[in-house]
């Protein structure tokens, strides 16, 4: 079974990683009960041979294997199977659900007082930030500069526990865009989304900051709510869809 160069089955659907299909691979086997609660899964060495994939490709799926809460690593010992299915992910020392309610409670307020707020600085640092995310072409350095991008908008707002708050959950947040990006194709949404902020940020509308982180973080919801609903059928080593 080759994963290393999968797409999607039908004519409009996006072609899928190869992490993503590895991922989709094992956390259908794992939902079918083909390995049991307290199994350990094949080796890495087992996995990348039958898989046909390189071993920082399987590795990232078992990353996020774990982050859906399906398996657990010992170290020395293996990859563990401990739920048969999704219910909610953890990022780093959060559970998605405990860091969205958190975000909604904060970030969208600290919109509205960024945009009341926010001095020629603010806006100079925030539109630098997104310049730099549209160009990027580094995952990994987007989502750190998503990250940036969510403390500056807390700096923005003038009050240093704000950007406390945002500081704590940095790690997390990091750790969910990455997520979100790989499986979910976040970027040029949020890319738009982050713009639309910094506009009502500039505008100087309490209103449409509100409104637009609003709708950002309704996005990241959606996204993950549909990650974690079902994984994408698993293509065939042909490219077309399997059953």
Known sequence: MNLSDSQTGGPGLRR???????????????????????????????????????????????????????????TGKGTFVVAH???????????????LEVRRHVEIPVAGYAALRRTPENLDHLAHLLDRMERETDTTAWVAMDTLFHLAVAEAAQNPVFR???????????????????????????????????????DGSEHDAVQAMSHHLDRVETTLTDIVRSPRATPAPDGGPTT
């Not at 299909?21 to 086997?29: I, Q, S, Y």
């Open 164 to 202: 406390r708050v945002i500081e704590e959950i940095r790690d997390a947040l990091a750790r969910q865009s990455a997520f979100l990006n790989e499986l979910g194709g976040r970027r040029e949404q949020s890319d738009r989304e982050h713009r639309a902020i910094v506009e009502a940020l500039v």
């Open 16 to 74: 899928v990683s190869a992490m993503e299909a590895v991922l989709t691979h094992l956390r259908g086997a794992i939902e079918r009960g083909q390995y049991a609660v307290g199994d350990k899964l094949p080796s890495e060495a087992e996995l990348c041979r039958s898989l046909e994939v390189s071993r920082p490709v399987l590795r990232e799926a078992l990353r996020a294997l774990q982050t859906m809460g399906l398996t657990v690593s010992r």
């Open 85 to 99: 299915a999704v219910e909610d992910p953890t990022f780093g020392d959060y559970a998605a659900s405990d860091l």
